[in-house]
């Protein structure tokens, strides 16, 4: 079993429409997780970052984390064309820890 | 903001050439890290480094080494390139001691070896 899975997509979406996107892990341990956008042939750019279960609010962008079923999601209300881009979720266990396991990211794409 | 500069955005070099990826943060983080990115596998860790002159190998090792000798910058080296190695090359960096384990990327080089 991988340590982090994430559906690699594509999901198509109508402007305007929300983005639902989530991955699931099999690490208990895990306590910090992030969310990435990544553009094509750019860096990813850290998009959210969370500390155990609970939800985080930024703009039109929601981090949800479930640790007891081993969940995260993010949601983007009202996307927009600039929000097409890959999503990766990243997740680690430990303060201070350099390991990250990321999943292998989502495609995104929001058409006009 | 932080911010992760590469050398290189894109580079073509022959099989048996060494090839060095310069990578220099401007936030005085401690740990910087070199990523390969490849359709299908996602992101794996080639090394990481949380000092000066310390390294820690990653999930991948074989074929690279690294070298920091100022805390801003982490080289990556290719000693002898393999086609195999071409591939998406990402720099990292983070900051010790205060938030979480979040790692902050450059913009990449995507490197071909022919």
């Known amino acids: 079993q991988k340590e982090v899975e994430q559906d690699p997509g594509p999901l198509s979406v109508p402007e305007g429409a929300i983005v639902s996107l989530n991955c699931t892990y099999s690490n208990s341990a895990f306590q910090y997780f992030m969310w990435y956008r990544q553009y094509s042939r750019k860096g990813p750019e850290l998009l959210m970052y969370t500390y155990s279960s609970g939800n985080k609010e930024d703009g039109r962008f929601t981090a949800q984390v479930d640790k007891s079923s081993k969940y995260i999601s993010l949601f983007i209300r009202d996307s927009q064309p600039s929000d097409s881009a890959t999503y990766l979720c990243?997740?680690?266990?430990?303060?201070?820890?350099?390991?990250?396991?990321f999943g292998k990211g989502n495609q995104v794409v929001v058409i006009p | 903001d932080v911010k992760v500069t590469q050398s290189s955005r894109y580079l073509v070099k022959r099989t048996g050439e060494k090839v060095f990826l310069e990578c220099v943060q401007d936030?005085?983080?401690?740990?910087m890290f070199w990523y390969r990115q490849d359709p299908g596998l996602g992101l794996r860790l080639i090394y990481f480094?949380?000092?000066?002159?310390?390294?820690e190998k990653g999930d991948i090792p074989e074929g690279y080494s690294v070298s920091r000798e100022k805390k801003e910058r982490f080289s990556l080296i290719l000693e002898s390139a393999s086609t195999n190695q071409t591939s998406m090359y990402l720099c990292a960096s983070r900051a010790s001691g205060t938030g979480g384990n979040e790692q902050y990327f450059g913009p990449g080089t995507r490197l071909t070896v022919t």
């Open positions: 480094s949380y000092d000066v002159k310390m390294k």
């Open positions: 936030m005085d983080h401690e740990n």
């Open positions: 990243a997740m680690s266990a430990g303060y201070g820890n350099n390991r990250l396991a």
